[in-house]
């Protein structure tokens, strides 16, 4: 046990700005009280955003098949190739998302789908010029480095060669999906036939090398002790410290329903919001940090705006993958800017590289369109008997 002057030291050099070593930063997520860990945390905070904004993003995630090789134990959405319940949009569908999306003031749009075996470069190359012909306006964050890796597979090419061609095609950044944990034990343990972290990790630091930035994910709670996660996290700063491509760091909570590996989830709200502190702390060299209403729920959500968080991701026009796994929450954009009002701080709409496109700075100026929800179409809820947010 870490005594109480020793821990303050910590606290104090991290809320100054000071770098903190791994084995301080398992010692604040173990030992530091919970109060004292989120003023700290809040104090980086603010110093790095002293007016006060968090920020919110309208985007789509359009998974575009399920259809996937990779079979992760913790997946919910994938269906083996030759399945049954197996499909994948057209490009027709994908564009007809894309066109609602913008309809609905969408600026980002996230591709994200199983590896399947019949989709290669071509196919990637073809969709993504298809939606900048379409729809130049919408910022492609998408795939990540799990797909790199399999397109790689699929037509024998080299990492680098699959990024420079997607940047080519019209990709503007990676989302940080497929990080999962990428520690060798708990990775193996919940997605054996996925890279390994390393690879991982090296695929996102060849995209930010040619110009292609990212974010940097975790998903908690599938079994990895607390020096695993915070091992997570020093393998990214490692890489950020070379690259500086990652533009924010964003942990949820594994959700276990409907999969192969099942169980309670292991990450409870208090742990959630420590780690969110933690990481506050622990990436001095990442600019931003997402807390999740998706997985946590909006009262947690709301709370990581005082544990560090500056943003609180997307209204999520569309998501299936989580939610197939029972991530129930549901919202729209009204709620999402009073939650960030209720916390005290100015609600903004960004966009992917978080500049911000609208202040909410009154009230009665707030945007009054009731479509634009969460999950305004999901295929996932089919599988979840729950309403959708109105
Ligand atoms: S998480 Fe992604 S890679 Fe893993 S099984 Fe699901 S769709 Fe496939």
Redesign the pocket.
Known sequence: MTSATSLQSILDRAADGGRITPEEALTLYTDAPLHALGQAADTVRRRRYPDDVATYIIDRNINYT?V?????K??A??RSPKHSEGWTHPQEEILRRCGEAVELGATQIML????SPELGMEWYEQTFAAIKEHYPQLTLHSLGA?EVVHIGRVSNLDHAAVISRLKAAGLDSFAG??A?ILVDRPRTAI?PL?EKGDVWLSVMETAHGLGLESTATFMMGTGETNAERIEHLRMIRDVQDRTGGFRSFIPWTYQPENNHLKGRTQATSLEYLRMVAVARLFFDNVNHLQGSWLTTGKDIGQLTLHFGADDLGSVMLEEN?VSSAGAKHRSNRQELIDLIRGAGRVPAQRDTLYRHLVVHTDPADDPVDDRVHSHFSSTALKLLPVATAS
Do not use: D, L, P, R
């Not at 996937?68 to 992760?72: E, F, L, Q, R, W």
């Not at 994200?112 to 590896?115: E, L, N, P, T, Y």
């Open positions: 399920n996937c090789v990779t079979a992760c913790f997946c959405f994938y994200q789908g199983g590896h799990s999906a497929g999962e997605a996925k993958v």
